[in-house]
């Protein structure tokens, strides 16, 4: 999720002007300043391009998404263009979800909320520069959705807090993602190395007050890994992914 003080600018501009956007439905049109993007197992195997990865990650998260029970949590991944601003409320959990690409000035970046995956491929390029990385990513993010799914307010906890609540929510969704990791290598969607990759980015991540630190979220997803989804239950504290 993306850093509180900037979601906070972005939800206290749409708490004076009103919400827009499309609600997180399939059979609706994409948010305006948006494009949908299809997932495409294909170039898992032959991606060239960060576009590539993105799609396969669309593809494998769907994937990992109906095995566990959890195809509506992600209805939609989207691309949000510069400039771009929207939102809609979540009547799942009662929330709001905001996107927003302005210039270099207000850029939220990759997030998940109301069932759909936003991204920028220019915010985001470091988070989908390898098929690993933005497999992670995507799966990490569809976390969110899960958390939705049962009530939880990962946009609102962003903003307002407790730190420590919103932590839980992220190292779950970390969780999450080694999770479905061991479950892609297990087919051979993905490989060893990718998922060896896979967790070394996770240790790289540079520490936030929001997210914790690069140790900390590796070994969650590492948590992931080994334990399963159970593990992500105890991370974050009720029972979600089982």
Not at 5 to 25: C, I, N, W, Y
Not at 29 to 39: D, L, Q, S, Y
Not at 156 to 176: K, Q
Request: charged share 15%.
């Amino acid at each position: 999720m993306v850093g509180r003080k900037l979601l906070l600018v972005v939800v206290g501009a749409f708490v004076l002007t009103g919400m827009s956007g499309a609600p997180g439905v399939s059979a609706a049109p994409a948010p305006a300043g948006t494009v949908t993007i299809n997932g495409d197992r294909s170039l898992c195997r032959n991606a060239q391009l960060p576009r590539d990865n993105v799609a396969c990650a669309v593809a494998l998260t769907r994937e990992w998404l109906d095995h566990t029970g959890r195809s509506t949590a992600v209805r939609r991944t989207v691309a949000v263009s510069n400039p771009a601003l929207g939102g809609s409320w979540n009547p799942q959990n009662r929330d709001v979800c905001v996107y927003a690409e302005v210039g270099t000035v207000l850029n939220l970046g990759l997030h998940h909320c109301n069932t759909i995956t936003f991204v920028n491929w220019v915010t985001d390029a470091a988070l989908i520069r390898t098929p690993a990385r933005a497999l992670t990513t995507f799966v990490h993010e569809s976390s969110h959705g899960v958390q939705e799914a049962i009530g939880l307010k990962p946009v609102s906890v962003t903003v307002f807090g407790p730190p420590d609540a919103l932590r839980r929510l992220e190292w779950a969704s970390d969780c999450w993602s080694g999770a479905a990791w061991s479950w892609f290598v297990r087919r051979g969607e993905m490989t060893a190395a990718e998922r060896d990759e896979a967790t070394a980015f996770m240790y790289s991540l540079p520490e936030r007050t929001s997210h914790g630190s690069g140790s900390e979220r590796g070994a969650a997803f590492e948590r992931g890994i080994v334990e399963g989804v159970t593990a992500c239950d105890q991370i974050l504290g009720t029972p979600a992914y089982t």
